[in-house]
């Protein structure tokens, strides 16, 4: 279930990103273009959910999955604040 509200989350934070001032100011005049959190680590927290997401669906065992589930959770949540970080 958390695999499938990533993408519109996703979609959310980034419109957020975008409709922040500095982000604005950095794409309209080039000014204020500090770099957020870096990228190397929404591509590890987002492949980490995708590989999690697999465990989760996949595990015999209850504990397996609802351990998966919480690693998916929080993978992904990084994943979203590297977007946010850059608003």
């Known amino acids: 279930m958390a695999a499938l509200l990533f993408v519109p989350a996703a979609v959310v934070a980034g419109?957020?990103?975008?409709?922040?001032?500095?982000?604005?100011?950095c794409l309209t005049y080039g000014e204020q273009?500090?770099?957020?959190?870096?990228?190397?680590?929404f591509a590890w927290s987002a492949g980490v959910g995708a590989v999690v997401f697999l465990v989760a669906v996949a595990a015999p065992a209850v504990r397996v999955r609802r351990a998966a589930l919480t690693a998916q959770?929080?993978?992904?949540g990084?994943?979203?604040?590297?977007?946010?970080?850059?608003?």
């Open 15 to 25: 419109a957020l990103t975008l409709a922040s001032e500095r982000a604005g100011r």
């Open 33 to 41: 273009c500090t770099p957020g959190l870096p990228g190397w680590l």
């Open 73 to 76: 959770v929080l993978a992904e």
């Open 78 to 87: 990084t994943a979203l604040l590297v977007i946010l970080s850059h608003a």
